[in-house]
């Protein structure tokens, strides 16, 4: 199957600043990529769903401006975190499709944030 | 609003036994039941997906068994073994594109 590829896997930061979490489709162009925040022992929550080169669409309750998606291009998307705060601790999972219809949603292995 | 019902949250089962974990949706417009299995630290990944139109699907030791009318759909492992413990998730999706909608999760432990 496809492979999507997260980084970092793990990132510690100190509150109030910021980080960036990449997502990139290694061996095939992803149209649409979506962005999951998984609590321990939860299921995964879809934060939003970016399309390249236009703005992502953010579910209801996720901070458009705390959570900053970048899709700029087919084997691309970052995930920022702006002005992270303890709460904001989490594991981040992207997932890629390719775009046409009916297709499998590829996941990529996730990236744990801790927000010191 | 939980779209997804899944149970139970959490199963053990002998090694050698079936597991069998079940969800329930209430969209009629999902067309598409994929079920993902999860390790700790590690993303999901695809093990094994429905469409309405058909009421069962093997691959391999897994399947899934599915019943429209009732809005129902199972997970089966056979032959359970240690190397499946782990977190299974059902999902369900609409038409025209991937948006997927997650159950709770089914925290599963083959013991020996």
């Known amino acids: 199957g496809a492979v999507v590829s997260q980084h970092p896997s793990w990132v510690i930061c100190k509150s109030g600043t910021s980080v960036k979490i990449e997502c990139r489709s290694l061996?095939?162009?992803?149209?649409?990529m979506f962005w999951y925040r998984q609590f321990p022992k939860q299921s995964l929550m879809l934060m939003a769903t970016s399309n390249e080169g236009s703005k992502a669409t953010y579910e209801q309750g996720v901070e458009k401006d705390k959570f900053l998606i970048n899709h700029a291009s087919l084997t691309l998307s970052t995930l920022t975190v702006t002005s992270a705060h303890p709460e904001d601790s989490s594991f981040y999972i992207c997932s890629a499709e390719t775009g046409t219809s009916n297709t499998e949603a590829f996941f990529g292995q996730g990236t744990r944030l801790t927000v010191v | 609003q939980q779209q997804v019902k899944q149970s139970p949250q959490s199963l053990i089962v002998q090694k050698g036994g079936i597991s069998i974990i079940n969800c329930a949706y209430e969209n009629t417009a999902f067309d598409y039941f994929p079920w993902y299995q999860q390790f700790p630290g590690k993303g999901p990944a695809l093990l094994i997906a429905?469409?309405?139109?058909?009421s069962e699907k093997k691959e391999g030791r897994f399947t899934i068994s599915f019943n429209k009318s009732a809005k129902q759909f199972s997970l089966h492992i056979m032959d359970s073994q240690p190397g499946d413990s782990a977190t299974y998730f059902c999902?369900?999706?609409?038409?025209?594109?991937?948006?997927?909608?997650f159950g709770t999760g089914t925290q599963l432990k083959v013991e020996l």
């Open positions: 429905i469409r309405p139109d058909v």
């Open positions: 061996d095939f162009q992803a149209t649409t």
């Open positions: 999902a369900a999706r609409t038409g025209g594109g991937n948006k997927l909608t």
